[in-house]
């Protein structure tokens, strides 16, 4: 009785409606919706036996600045992911936080092919049994990109060559970390959004316990990011990984990792690239002070602190605590003042102050004295004029640490050297990578 009731009322409804014509009548006019200052290339077959096309997009003053040459973004899966980095650098090159630059994203050409099977194949580095016989084969597809697509973008398009990022997300990811050791030098920075670094028993973390044996340096920034809802096996490999290149401490190796609180393997792209493609151009932003926020790095970031007070002997030297939350190690400026404080006018500033940094263990994992006699002056120098404060003077007996911290609890001590007393500071900055 109620559809009866229903139809009653409704059919008079729609039959007026047909009199009248559509009730929701055709567009006038519709067309495809396309982005600007984009190209599809198609290639010639590859050395590998595959065909590839290139997705490229060109920055806004590609076609008025004839002389001028741009960094190269490369990217594996461009059909998934090629308008989104588009989109990305578009919006971050507005609020200069990153240079214009050509993405280049990477595809299959064919009308629908199969690119679950054919990235598997290419963008993995060994066989695993997960993945079974269809695997392998990223040393010949890197080979492909260093040989055919970089010389073709180089000879097409005006081409910074000095700066190319490699990005990509899954086994992209895997793919990104497996050329950072594979053909090291051939890009300059690398985004792995939600890497597959679990793969073939972790044969990423293996290969750089093996690089490590013959090289101590890089020229290369690495940003990794993982999912908080995604399966462990992601978050847990990259979590690990991070902690293992940094632990080999590379000279010129700047990485981050981020946690993308709340999404998936596949929704960490939109904010995993983002960030990458800042972290990969963060020394050559236009208006580099826009990233010098110190909460960049992470969700969990420390808040500059200072402590002062009088060191005594004994028992009563002065000493601060530390806690570092969250999934990331800190890069940490930590500095004893004592002379510096005279200048401020503070009267009885401890003469000499030498600086410990003990783990939770009461291990010391960071110490100073003078710190002008230290191994790391430049850096040390040039992280207090990022953070913002005024850099100790040179010969000054003022105390001071540059430290790369895991997440746990610290204790920072401050004495005075043979055993003198005074008033002394205590202040901790977070330092970009």
């Not at 050409?109 to 199969?114: E, F, L, M, V, Y």
């Not at 847990?236 to 902690?243: K, M, Q, V």
């Not at 204790?411 to 202040?427: D, L």
Request: proline letters at 5%.
């Amino acid at each position: 009785m109620r559809f009866s009731l229903r139809s009653r009322f409704l059919l008079p409804v729609f039959a007026a409606a047909a009199l009248a014509g559509p009730l929701f009548p055709p567009a006038a006019s519709a067309t495809p919706y396309t982005l600007a200052n984009t190209e599809v290339r198609a290639l010639p077959r590859s050395a590998n036996g595959r065909s590839y096309t290139l997705y490229i997009n060109t920055p806004a003053s590609y076609a008025t600045s004839p002389a001028r040459k741009y960094p190269v973004v490369y990217l594996t899966d461009g059909y998934w992911d090629f308008h989104l980095l588009t989109w990305h650098a578009g919006n971050l090159v507005v609020d200069g936080l990153i240079p214009e630059c050509i993405v280049v994203g990477i595809a299959y050409a064919g009308s629908n092919p199969d690119v679950s099977s054919l990235r598997q194949w290419d963008l993995t580095p060994v066989y695993d049994a997960y993945a079974g016989g269809n695997s392998g084969h990223a040393g010949e597809f890197l080979g492909v990109i260093e040989k055919q697509f970089i010389p073709f973008v180089e000879k097409n398009y005006r081409v910074d060559k000095t700066f190319r990022v490699l990005g990509g997300s899954s086994y992209g990811g895997l793919f990104s970390m497996f050329a950072l050791f594979e053909r090291p030098g051939l890009f300059n920075a690398y985004i792995a959004v939600s890497p597959a670094l679990w793969y073939g028993n972790s044969y990423i973390a293996g290969r750089e316990t093996a690089y490590r044996k013959t090289h101590s340096a890089f020229n290369a920034r690495v940003f990794l990011t993982f999912a908080g809802d995604e399966s462990s096996s992601i978050r847990d490999s990259t979590r690990a990984f991070a902690a293992q290149l940094r632990a080999a401490n590379y000279t010129g190796l700047a990485v981050a990792v981020r946690e993308i609180d709340g999404e998936r393997h596949s929704s960490t792209k939109a904010e995993g690239y983002l960030r990458g493609l800042r972290h990969a151009f963060a020394t050559r932003a236009p208006t580099p002070t826009a990233i010098a926020n110190k909460g960049w790095g992470t969700r969990d970031p420390i808040i500059t602190f200072t402590t002062r007070g009088r060191v005594g002997t004994g028992a009563a030297i002065l000493v601060s605590g530390l806690t570092i939350i969250g999934p990331e190690s800190k890069r940490l400026l930590i500095r004893a003042a004592g002379p510096a404080l005279t200048k401020l006018g503070v009267s009885g500033a401890l003469a000499d102050p030498l600086l410990r940094v003990r783990n939770s263990a009461q291990k010391i994992v960071a110490s100073n004295d003078n710190w002008g006699s230290a191994s790391n002056l430049t850096a040390l120098r040039a992280a207090m004029v990022q953070v913002g404060i005024t850099v100790f003077a040179d010969r000054s007996l003022d105390a001071a640490v540059l430290v790369s911290l895991e997440p746990g609890s610290y204790t920072i001590e401050v004495e005075g050297v043979k055993s003198t007393q005074g008033i002394a500071s205590v202040e901790v900055y977070e330092v970009l990578p």
